[in-house]
């Protein structure tokens, strides 16, 4: 095959889409030339944490908004890979919501039975991409950070896989420029301790303020207020934590929100999103979407409409994870090689249309996450990626909102059985709320004193 | 003229290289067509406060390091336009070292006299350059911020203006990765009020960590430690103020010196510099420098000599700013303009590397003045931009570093006098340990009651 495919980032998609050529190969397949680029040191994207905030070593935006005590806030049995169970990575069952640590060790696991690593280059960013109309092929610059070296590399196929947990959304309040105490994006927390007997306030009201607050309430901040634009997360929060309306401007050290009611915050910690950034595409060739379920320039959610040659894995907004970038790795890998022939270009938006007109109808959680089952469903179908049973994972989806909405600091303490090996997951030695080490080592003790 | 010329930023550099052009405009001249390209939202660069860190609204790599309570840590009279006096902007004399809203207000006035903000795109990023041999031209790439939007302009000239002082550098110390209080770089560092009553430790023993020691010092913080690598900073420190060597590790909250000493703290704040990073220009056109006097790239401290067509400005480290900008500007327009002939590149060679020995010969910070001196004179001596007392000026700098070293917090109540219009500078109204009111309507007030 002489064509050759380049992948920009090492993260959960990026490694996806290696798995899918590795797992070709292995049959005694060919497959194209692959060359895949990673900004930072390791592979792993959100799953390898840094200590840093803002840019990096080599002052590039930071990738990873990652912090210490993070523990997964959906059940494992949820994300796990149909071909590597977490059984097999760990030989015992472990509970159902591990940190940041295992999750990290469970992904590398994967990836290093492989020879993936070969065909990574780090420490690289990409920087430009331009688009031959002539010659059909992609021209990207990397930039060799620790070298501070340019080059260019040429690809018929190119797949982005960097990710949209990495560029901040900030929106201005009035009087946020004097607030006097701290203030920073959801990106740039890298844990609770900073936090200790303080009182602070999250804007925004989904995950990251959801687990932000929860975290900073367990590890002992003084007061968490959370406060929503339009509706509030809404669980019966503990005493500690309470919610209120949006902000309307700040003074000094105070805060001023909409019922009238104001407080006094040592921090202020935006949970307010992140944007969709492809600084290195030329703006044709550039997914522009909001965090939804599918954006309406991708055919399947992964091959960009305007140019085939060009996909995107995991750039929807995320109930499945790394089971559905594997699931978007194999169909692009099945579209490269030839195997799925792609409609043409006003079929395929029909399709994008279908879907997108879907995704209008949805309106609760529970609806999105059948409209992302059915989406994976059909993917699956269309290659060998192992099935599994989605309606159950689906309903592990259902049942986890459930959890969370009756106790948001007790859910991670449930337990779940994977569709992939029917495992059931072990009750772990401590209850997360009392659980203030989230080490590998720690986690997978058998038996345990409570510190 | 039927050529083109590139300006990449519009803080003093670019605006410097845009009053250049203006004047010479002014007097009946033609100049060529000019395009001025700024990231941020407003002119100014690193005096365009702004309340974000990390990355800007857009997420790009935020260019301000600037924080609330900064006033000038040198005396305008250094820094003074010699075609704009602090005294024709204010109409009234001021006192030598005034704060950022005061220093931004006098950059805007001379500006604004001109049509250069016509010129100017805001919002937009340089996103990539190419040089194409045959056409003698650049190809950059811009990125429309607001509009996510990229496009292409040609150049047949391209001016770097976009600073050095954006790009944290921010080395690894063990066990930085778990300090429980917070960590940030100068970059970041937005004003003393988050630290008050707090234990801070400063790493670095330069301009950075000797001002953020002494606004923290003076705006309420509990202990300010500053950790140098070589040599302390060594001025008479308050009682309050202290320096250790080196950090060797962390533990925790606590950090552990190079003498065996350790102590607790709140926070770290890295003043451990910054890169030069041009991350839009291929290897072979980015400067590669250190903070140094002369840059070993750049002829006459402007010139890339590799490719005369490419000039930066303001990229030494710094005792001249907004005058040597414009020395530099209004050399590189009367290059541009054909009425400064350059020599062959292995003539501009041998005079850079003169240059660069005669740097290598300097020791003490009397001896970078004199160089420095020494290299604007020459550049002034080119064009017509108004000359001065430079000899008064080395004499100012050496005054200023005596008076930091005999009182690092009453330095800035001292008076100079103009070089350019000789109008003495008056005695603030406030002396500055008890001003903790840096805006201009008070710094302007005539008389104030001391809050």
């Given amino acids: 095959m002489n064509f050759k495919v380049g992948i920009i980032g090492a993260g ?16 005694g397949n060919k497959i194209p030339e692959i060359k895949c680029y990673e900004k ?252 939804c379920l599918y954006p309406d320039q991708l055919y399947k959610g992964v091959v960009f409409n305007e140019l085939p040659q060009l996909m995107f894995l995991g750039m929807q907004d995320q109930y499945y994870t790394f089971n559905m970038f594997d699931a978007q790795a194999w169909y692009a890998r099945d579209y490269v090689l030839g195997r799925i022939a792609l409609p043409e270009k006003a079929e395929r938006e029909k399709d994008i249309e279908k879907w997108v007109a879907e995704e209008t109808k949805t309106e609760t959680p529970f609806d999105h996450i059948d409209f992302q089952t059915s989406y994976i469903r059909e993917l699956i179908a269309q290659t060998d990626y192992p099935g599994f049973n989605l309606d159950q994972v689906a309903a592990m989806f259902k049942q986890w909102i459930k959890d969370k909405e009756t106790n948001v600091l007790t859910y991670r303490d449930k337990v779940y059985t994977s569709v992939m090996d029917q495992c059931k997951a072990e009750i772990h030695h401590t209850p997360w709320m009392k659980e203030l080490d989230d080490s590998l080592e720690r986690y997978l003790e058998e038996e345990v004193e409570v510190k």
Same sequence: chains 1, 2.
């Fill in 40 to 291: 930072q040191d390791n592979w792993g994207g959100m799953w390898n944490y840094t200590w840093r905030t803002g840019v990096g070593k080599y002052g590039e935006p930071l990738h990873g908004s990652m912090y210490k005590y993070l523990w997964s806030n959906g059940p494992k049995e949820c994300l796990e890979f149909s071909d590597y169970t977490f059984s097999e990575h760990f030989g015992q069952s472990i509970s159902s919501y591990p940190p940041r640590e295992v999750l990290f060790d469970y992904i590398e696991g994967r990836i290093k039975q492989s020879n993936a690593r070969k065909y990574i280059t780090f420490n690289t960013v990409a920087r430009w991409v331009d688009y031959n109309e002539t010659t059909k092929q992609f021209r990207v610059v990397f930039d060799d950070l620790v070298n501070n070296k340019t080059f260019e590399e040429f690809f018929d196929y190119l797949v982005v896989g960097t990710g949209h947990f990495s560029t901040p959304n900030m929106p201005y309040f009035d009087g946020i420029d004097d607030f006097s105490g701290a203030v920073m994006h959801a990106h740039d927390f890298r844990g609770a301790d900073q936090f200790v007997d303080k009182d602070i306030l999250l804007i925004g009201s989904s995950y990251s303020a959801e687990d932000i607050g929860v975290q900073c309430y367990k590890h002992g901040s003084k007061s968490v207020t959370i406060s929503y634009r339009t509706n509030p997360i809404g669980p019966n929060w503990p005493e500690g934590i309470k919610e209120v309306p949006l902000v309307t401007h700040f003074d000094g050290d105070k805060a001023f929100f909409k019922d009238g009611s104001s407080g006094v915050f040592d921090a202020v910690i935006f949970c307010t999103g992140y944007q969709h950034k492809f600084p290195f595409l030329p703006d044709n060739l550039r997914l522009k979407t909001k965090n």
């Fill in 12 to 27: 959960p998609s990026g490694l996806a889409m290696l798995r899918a050529f590795e797992s070709e190969q292995k049959k």
